[in-house]
């Protein structure tokens, strides 16, 4: 039986927005406003995204295996630390760039962005690997699926608001079809209407046509089972 993976969806989604950044990065020319000032601000975005996952992890996630495996969690809060370090840098690189002038040192900047981001998408890769692998094994010998989809609706209650709409946007992009009509039925059962129809345009907005068309013809032909 496949166990419930606690991490699965929000990983898909921060990958996501790891490689689309890398891909945005490497395409971009850093002398020309627009186009540097989007990418910064998704730069910045990752930062925080990926800032509040960790907290989500050390104060709801990794307090459920200390008693059990108390130098495993020291692990995963050491790279933490590692990982905040690189995130540090990453701020402090931002704030360089946008004190530069001239368009060389906007090209220097820019090249060293590029690189730092993509040390931080290998280590958080890695890291997000790590915590499938590892952590998942022993949440599943202590815990039911049950426990750990209260675990789920415990960081969902805690999360920032003003962050949700970024984590939905990049989970809609980082999950399969099936995934994202799973979702939007659970969404669509569980949460009010105006919840379900903002999913909706959410998916309308950031998803290619034929994707949502094929998620579209999916949600209606359950319905029509369901019905």
């Known amino acids: 039986m496949q166990r419930y993976n606690i991490f699965y969806q929000v990983h898909k989604g921060l990958r996501a927005l790891l490689y689309d950044t890398m891909m945005k990065l490497q395409q971009t020319d850093f002398t020309n406003e627009s186009d540097a000032a ?38 995963f809060e050491n790279e ?17 760039f946008s004190l530069c002038e001239s368009d060389e040192a906007k090209k220097d900047i820019g090249r ?28 599943w010998r202590y815990y039911t699926d049950e ?30 079809n099936s995934e994202i009509k799973q979702w939007l039925l659970q969404v669509k059962n569980n949460a009010p209407d105006f919840v379900f129809q903002g ?9 290619p046509i034929a994707r949502l068309s094929a998620i579209q013809t999916e949600l209606s ?3 029509m089972i369901a019905a």
Do not use: C
């Not at 933490?80 to 990453?90: C, F, I, N, Q």
């Not at 060293?112 to 998942?136: D, G």
């Not at 920032?160 to 399969?176: E, F, I, Q, R, T």
């Open 38 to 75: 989007a990418v910064t601000a998704q730069v910045a975005t990752v930062l925080e995204l990926f800032d509040a996952h960790a907290h989500t992890e050390d104060n709801y996630i990794l307090p459920e295996i200390t008693a059990y495996e108390p130098s495993i969690v020291a692990l």
């Open 80 to 96: 933490h630390v590692l990982d905040l370090k690189l995130s540090t840098g990453l701020a402090d690189m931002l704030k360089a």
């Open 112 to 139: 060293k962005l590029e690189h730092a981001v993509a040390a931080f998408m290998n280590f958080n890769l890695a890291h997000m690997a790590k915590e499938e692998e590892v952590l998942n094994k022993i949440l």
């Open 147 to 176: 426990q750990l989809h209260e675990v789920t609706m415990r960081i969902l209650a805690h999360v920032d608001p003003k962050l949700m709409p970024s984590y939905n946007k990049w989970m809609m992009h980082g999950l399969s």
């Open 199 to 207: 999913m909706m345009d959410l998916a309308a907005a950031e998803l």
């Open 221 to 223: 032909e359950g319905a």
